[in-house]
Each structure stands twice: as structure tokens, then as C-alpha cells.
């Protein structure tokens, strides 16, 4: 008889997530100026339309698939901090992506995990 054998997810490394950040954030932006300039929106006006572009991005992206578009591109995964199998909801994925954008909960870190992972009770792993 033979057991699964469940890898050990270390937590991504905050270089790893500011990339994936930096991604994300250069993909709405032209997805929203991509908008602007074809007349679908007036404009955007303080980066708004981008950073409300990143919120539901983040969130969708991250119930869905485990990760917002930049973590995907780098590699990096968002797990349930105390089952990593299961999927985040898309109501904590939410919670985190509108903490990543008052960006500083990303900056405080306990064990490992920002202060948006706490809250939504996440982890941000390197797989």
C-alpha cells in the first residue's frame, strides 16, 4: 500500500510577489488605457480604472485558478493557510485583493504572510 505524498509549499519570496505584483499592475494598466483608447472608457482618471482593474482581476483570478495573472506568469499560488488543497472563496480572495490595494498590508509580514494572507486566512506559496 502506497500514501500521496503532499510537497511542501514554502512560501513565495517577497521578490517573487513584488514581480508578480509589478505584473499584474502593467497588464491592467494597458488593459484599462487599451479601453481608454478605443472609447470604451473617457479615461483614467488617477489610475482608478486601473487599480479597480486589479482588484476583480486579483479576486477572480484567484478563486479560479489559485492566483492573479502575475502570480501565474511567476510561478506563484495563493492556498487556504490550513488546507492547502482547497480553493479560495471568492469572497476571501475579494477581502485579500482589497487589502493588496491599500498596499500596506502587503508590507507586514507575521510567520511568513502579509497581513491581507492573515486576514483572509491565505498563505502565498512558490509552487
Known amino acids: 500500500?502506497?500514501?500521496a505524498v503532499t510537497p511542501t509549499l514554502e512560501n513565495a519570496?517577497?521578490?517573487r510577489r513584488i514581480l508578480a505584483l509589478v505584473v499584474d499592475w502593467f497588464a491592467c494598466l494597458a488593459v484599462v488605457e487599451g479601453l481608454v483608447a478605443v472609447g470604451v472608457l473617457g479615461s483614467n482618471p488617477n489610475g482608478l480604472g486601473t487599480l479597480g482593474l486589479f482588484v476583480l482581476e486579483s479576486a477572480l483570478f484567484?478563486?479560479?485558478t489559485g492566483g492573479s495573472f502575475g502570480k501565474l506568469v511567476t510561478r506563484v499560488r495563493v492556498v487556504d493557510?490550513?488546507?492547502?488543497?482547497?480553493?479560495v472563496s471568492l469572497l476571501r480572495a475579494l477581502l485579500r485583493s482589497v487589502l493588496v490595494?491599500?498596499?500596506v498590508p502587503p508590507l507586514l509580514t507575521f510567520d511568513g504572510r502579509g497581513v491581507?494572507?492573515?486576514a483572509a486566512g491565505t498563505r502565498t506559496v512558490t509552487i
Open 101 to 103: 490595494a491599500l498596499l
Open 1 to 3: 500500500m502506497t500514501s
Open 62 to 64: 484567484t478563486a479560479t
Open 116 to 118: 491581507h494572507d492573515l
Open 13 to 15: 519570496s517577497w521578490g
Open 81 to 87: 493557510h490550513r488546507d492547502p488543497s482547497r480553493p
